[in-house]
């Protein structure tokens, strides 16, 4: 399917796009879903639908027939129940922020929003560490509603993505070293399946820390990109906000010697709770952007969480590494202005390669490795970008093997895109060689595909098959992604 929507002609391009402008959905089943939603809650307006018609990725706009935006778990019960019953595809859909397609209604159907109104902080137990909030509340509104707690949800994409998305995709990010993914912070799941059951994944009420009772049902939906279920609500850990933090900052000459800092600093165990590689382009644009001083080097971007005698004994301690693999400086710090500062050029590499690279398309696309070969394929993607002649930084969280590229594209450049697919291959195929996944926090949507079967094998594609079929045996569930 991604071959499809990338490579079509320009004639059934053109085509797929007057397809999806007008809803093929009759008056009677639009009369019917917006008298479960409100009249005034649901659209096929042409600019609302193409607002939820894809997300940052690639991939051609795939317009939804209709946009709804309920405001209960009951409500999505009734949408999906009569989905079901007349083959209606349903697409969930949060901040759409994604990278892959994975919200793109290839097949028309029901967008159903949940940011409108299912964006509430319904529970906060602040002495078990753990909270019950609405799937379209987002990351940002949850730390700041937990400010005066003492607590906060660590897990940070960059985005400012809702909760379910990130579940959704198993979103992880800077903090993912020390805190995990989605995967490991997620304790239940209120989750719609396609007839309508409501289920909750982990138990009706349960938040414990352990749970073996059953399937792990909730592992299951994370990272099923809306093709299992709708989620409704989240069960989330918190974690207490850390009494000092220290961030710090290295230069190195060259990629091979920072990427080998950062394997040596995860083999001591210091409990690092994020390193970052920005590599020299990155760090250019970021002078340019952020008007900035940095040395244009290969850097590492680190961070320690602990009192304040311990964070400075972790910070020598890295620096000591970072020394002997030829860094140029260790700059620390614990003022959070300060800190700031040297995590300016990080927070914001994504705009600053934005904007040195105006009336282009920038896209983001990201494989994780084991760490011990994280040096081996960085230092060849660094090759790849160069031999391919493409406008690409490479930013990562390269504490745990997972890294981006970000590309500036011209789409109407055949030749140029033919050089960035070449580059995409390359890309994936050497991380699944070298025993690695296509993608290690984006999703598959529909930008990855075609490598599953590389990566898996055919049994458990199949195997996937069964379970898409045993909860959804129509389709409904935004139909045409993963596999």
């Not at 800077?174 to 995990?180: E, K, L, P, S, Y």
């Not at 920072?258 to 250019?284: C, Y």
């Not at 590309?407 to 070449?422: C, F, G, P």
Request: charged share 20%; proline share 4%; hydrophobic share 35%.
């Amino acid at each position: 399917m991604n071959r499809f929507l990338l490579n079509i002609t320009k004639s059934t391009r053109l085509n797929l796009k007057t397809i999806r402008q007008y809803s093929s959905l009759n008056s009677a089943a639009i009369e019917h879903l917006s008298s479960i939603v409100g009249s005034s809650n649901y659209s096929v307006s042409e600019a609302i639908r193409t607002h939820h018609s894809k997300d940052e990725s690639l991939h051609e706009e795939a317009h939804p027939d209709l946009v709804v935006f309920p405001q209960n778990t009951d409500q999505i019960s009734k949408i999906l129940q009569f989905c079901n019953k007349n083959r209606i595809p349903a697409i969930a859909y949060g901040a759409g922020s994604g990278f892959e397609g994975g919200i793109n209604a290839i097949k028309g159907g029901v967008s159903i929003d949940t940011s409108k109104f299912m964006n509430n902080i319904l529970e906060v137990n602040v002495e078990d560490f753990d909270c019950w909030v609405d799937s379209g509340t987002t990351r940002k509104q949850l730390n700041n509603y937990l400010k005066d707690t003492g607590l906060w949800f660590p897990i940070d994409p960059g985005a400012d993505a809702c909760i379910g998305g990130m579940c959704s995709t198993s979103a992880s990010g800077t903090n993912a070293v020390r805190f995990g993914t989605m995967r490991e912070n997620v304790l239940n799941l209120e989750c719609v399946l396609a007839d309508g059951t409501v289920i909750n994944t982990a138990g009706l009420k349960a938040r414990s820390r352990k749970n073996v009772a059953g399937y792990n049902l909730t592992n299951l939906m994370i990272g099923s990109e809306g093709t299992l279920g709708v989620i409704t609500k989240v069960a989330l850990k918190l974690f207490p906000q850390p009494e000092t933090i220290l961030s710090a900052v290295a230069p190195f000459p060259d990629v091979a010697s920072a990427v080998q800092s950062t394997v040596e600093i995860m083999q001591t165990g210091l409990p690092i709770a994020r390193i970052e590689f920005l590599d020299e382009k990155s760090i250019q644009a970021n002078n340019i952007y952020n008007k900035m001083g940095l040395d244009e080097t290969p850097t590492l971007f680190l961070e320690f969480h602990g009192s304040k005698g311990t964070v400075d004994q972790q910070a020598e301690a890295a620096m000591e590494i970072c020394k002997d693999n030829q860094c140029k400086e260790f700059n620390w710090a614990t003022d959070p202005e300060e800190r700031i500062k040297l995590w300016h050029a990080r927070h914001n590499s994504w705009f600053a390669f934005k904007s040195i690279h105006p009336n282009r398309k920038a896209i983001s696309t990201d494989v994780c490795v084991p760490i011990s070969k994280l040096p081996e394929v960085l230092v060849q993607t660094k090759k790849d970008i160069e031999e391919l002649n493409l406008k690409t930084v490479i930013v990562g969280h390269v504490g745990d093997g997972n890294f981006h590229t970000f590309i500036s594209l011209d789409t109407a450049d055949t030749e140029e895109m033919k050089r960035y697919y070449a580059y995409s291959e390359k890309l994936v195929r050497h991380a699944i060689k070298v025993e690695g996944t296509c993608t290690g926090e984006h999703g598959i949507g529909l930008g990855k595909m075609k490598y599953m079967e590389e990566q898996f094998g055919k049994s458990p594609i199949d195997t996937m098959r069964l379970i898409k079929k045993a909860l959804d045996p129509n389709n409904i569930l935004n139909p045409g992604k993963i596999f």
